[in-house]
């Protein structure tokens, strides 16, 4: 068995699929390379109370593929984007989110602290690199082996 899926931009073959998907609505992907990544983010067993995200990602912004020019091409989008997207999307009814999303937890970042203020609802995020297996367990840490990593919480904050 492989080690599945990860979210980030490392060597693996899951480093490579990229793609905006709303787990809970009708919008994926529309490139292969975010057609792997909505594969494996389906697997995932459904926690209460969240509507799932699936992206690739970098601790302050995710990245979608497009195609450009006949090009596939990476375009970044900051949680601004997201959050239109999200508000637009009828896959998302309001409420809590997790990112099933490498790295858009972790402390030296802001994706998910910024997602949160913005969307006014808690968004649970991994702290490092999320691989997903073939039968849906996710893994969160530098190997899709051993968890070293944890999901974090971020509650929205009032502007100052």
Same mark, same amino acid.
């Given at each position: 068995?492989?080690?599945?899926?990860?979210?980030?931009?490392?060597? %693996?073959?899951?480093?490579?699929?990229?793609?905006? =998907?709303?787990?809970?609505?009708?919008?994926?992907?529309?490139? &292969?390379?975010? +057609?792997?990544?909505?594969?494996?983010?389906?697997?995932?067993?459904?926690?209460?109370?969240?509507?799932?995200?699936?992206? @690739?990602?970098? &601790?302050? @912004? =995710? #990245?979608?593929?497009?195609?450009? $020019?006949?090009?596939?091409?990476?375009?970044?989008? *900051? @949680?601004? $984007?997201?959050?239109?997207?999200?508000?637009?999307?009828?896959?998302? /009814?309001?409420?809590?989110?997790?990112?099933?999303?490498? $790295?858009?937890?972790? #402390? %030296?970042? *802001?994706?998910?602290?910024?997602?949160?203020? +913005?969307?006014?609802?808690?968004?649970?995020? &991994? /702290?490092?690199?999320? @691989?997903?297996?073939?039968?849906?367990?996710?893994? =969160?840490?530098? /190997? &899709?082996?051993?968890?070293?990593?944890?999901? =974090? %919480?971020?509650?929205?904050?009032?502007?100052?």
């Amino acid at each position: 068995m492989g080690a599945g899926y990860h979210g980030g931009f490392g060597s %693996t073959s899951g480093a490579r699929r990229n793609g905006v =998907i709303t787990l809970d609505s009708s919008l994926v992907g529309d490139r &292969p390379k975010g +057609k792997a990544l909505a594969e494996a983010a389906r697997r995932v067993k459904k926690e209460d109370g969240f509507t799932d995200v699936a992206v @690739h990602r970098a &601790p302050d @912004h =995710i #990245e979608v593929y497009r195609l450009i $020019n006949g090009e596939e091409k990476g375009v970044k989008l *900051t @949680h601004r $984007n997201l959050a239109k997207f999200l508000k637009s999307d009828k896959g998302y /009814s309001g409420g809590k989110i997790r990112l099933l999303s490498c $790295n858009t937890g972790k #402390e %030296t970042g *802001t994706f998910a602290q910024d997602l949160a203020n +913005k969307m006014g609802v808690a968004v649970k995020a &991994p /702290s490092d690199t999320l @691989h997903i297996w073939p039968n849906g367990r996710m893994v =969160i840490g530098s /190997s &899709p082996y051993k968890n070293t990593g944890k999901w =974090i %919480t971020y509650y929205p904050k009032k502007r100052k």
